[in-house]
């Protein structure tokens, strides 16, 4: 247990009373006398030479040591202690970062290749991928959005990376649709990101999309384009990541003028990736452009003890005039 004195300069009113003691007089009243007919040889017959001046009375021991203890306690509760509790941790998140991953039926066409040189699916390569990036976004909230023939919000913001990489790897291809709503999907997270930074306090907060396709946007209500300038006019930066082979045509096309439209009017980046490496180097580039602001600061909480003394000081004087009426009357009882 720790206890902090917060004004010290206190203690130094621990002399007070002795310096009142020493530098005022006594003081003084008017009180009755007898008048005796024989003090001349009362004084002589005692050896005492009679003085002019007044009696002073003498406190008794007890009365002098609670005079020194409540003194003591007044003064220590004017150096404002404080206990002082274990110490605690606050985090303070830096940015809330909403990952849109692409569920259109070309999502599982397999000309990705993994660490071990098997082939894999564009899906199963994002989700290796997005594992490696959750790690390295520690102190950021992420969420998750899953799109095709609709756009609808797999992962609300969360710190809990595993429990956000336990949502993707649920994701599959039939989940969404075979068509790339991708400017629902963009205007979704930008209403997610405003919704959540809607507290006080949160505005402040950086807004952060990365949307991941593979093909170009097919009858959204919203058009990627526009959905790019209300991101801008509402502080939303969009990451854009194109995977997959560009030769391929019709609607899972890649549509890279649009990509770089929606990445270049938000303040964001465009990439392409028609590989693991390349897809890796994205979300490493993402990394670098967008630094952790994760903070964690360390406080201890202080409890206030002058109360407490103070408290104590009027329990005592009120057990001392209780104790004084009692003697009091007791002596009046046994002189009657």
């Given at each position: 247990?720790?206890?902090?004195?917060?004004?010290?300069?206190?203690?130094?009113?621990?002399?007070?009373?002795?310096?009142?003691?020493?530098?005022?007089?006594?003081?003084?009243?008017?009180?009755?006398?007898?008048?005796?007919?024989?003090?001349?040889?009362?004084?002589?017959?005692?050896?005492?030479?009679?003085?002019?001046?007044?009696?002073?009375?003498?406190?008794?021991?007890?009365?002098?040591?609670?005079?020194?203890?409540?003194?003591?306690?007044?003064?220590?509760?004017l150096s404002k202690p404080m206990l002082l509790g274990k110490p605690q941790q606050r985090q303070e998140f830096g940015r809330d970062v909403m990952v849109a991953v692409d569920l259109s039926d070309s999502m599982n066409t397999e000309d990705f290749t993994s660490a071990a040189g098997d082939k894999m699916s564009r899906l199963e390569a994002a989700k290796q991928v997005l594992a490696s990036f959750a790690e390295k976004r520690q102190g950021d909230r992420l969420g998750l959005i899953l799109f095709g023939d609709a756009a609808f919000v797999q992962a609300p913001f969360t710190a809990d990376h595993q429990a956000w990489l336990s949502l993707l790897n649920e994701a599959q291809t039939p989940m969404a649709g075979l068509s790339t709503h991708m400017?629902?999907?963009i205007g979704l997270a930008i209403k997610v990101l405003l919704e959540d930074n809607s507290q006080p306090g949160e505005s402040?907060?950086?807004?952060?999309?990365?949307?991941?396709?593979?093909?170009?946007?097919?009858?959204?209500?919203?058009?990627?384009?526009d959905a790019a300038k209300l991101a801008k006019a509402r502080g939303v930066k969009i990451h854009m990541i194109a995977m997959g082979d560009p030769q391929t045509v019709g609607e899972t096309a890649i549509d890279m003028e649009t990509i770089n439209s929606v990445a270049e009017t938000t303040g964001g980046k465009a990439f392409q990736a028609l590989n693991s490496q390349?897809?890796?180097?994205?979300?490493?580039?993402?990394?670098?452009?967008?630094?952790?602001?994760?903070?964690s600061t360390?406080?201890?909480?202080?409890t206030s003890l002058h109360p407490y003394l103070l408290m104590v000081v009027s329990l005592l004087y009120l057990l001392a005039f209780s104790f004084a009426t009692w003697r009091r009357s007791r002596t009046v009882r046994e002189a009657a």
């Open positions: 247990m720790n206890i902090e004195l917060t004004s010290l300069w206190a203690l130094f009113l621990l002399p007070l009373p002795l310096l009142v003691y020493w530098l005022t007089p006594g003081y003084k009243t008017r009180r009755t006398a007898i008048r005796v007919p024989f003090f001349d040889a009362l004084v002589e017959a005692l050896d005492e030479k009679p003085e002019r001046g007044a009696s002073i009375l003498r406190p008794a021991f007890w009365q002098r040591a609670l005079l020194t203890v409540s003194w003591g306690l007044v003064v220590l509760a400017g629902d999907a402040s907060k950086e807004k952060l999309a990365i949307v991941l396709t593979d093909g170009n946007d097919t009858d959204s209500y919203v058009a990627p384009e390349e897809l890796n180097q994205a979300y490493a580039t993402i990394n670098e452009l967008e630094p952790q602001l994760y903070q360390s406080y201890q909480p202080k």
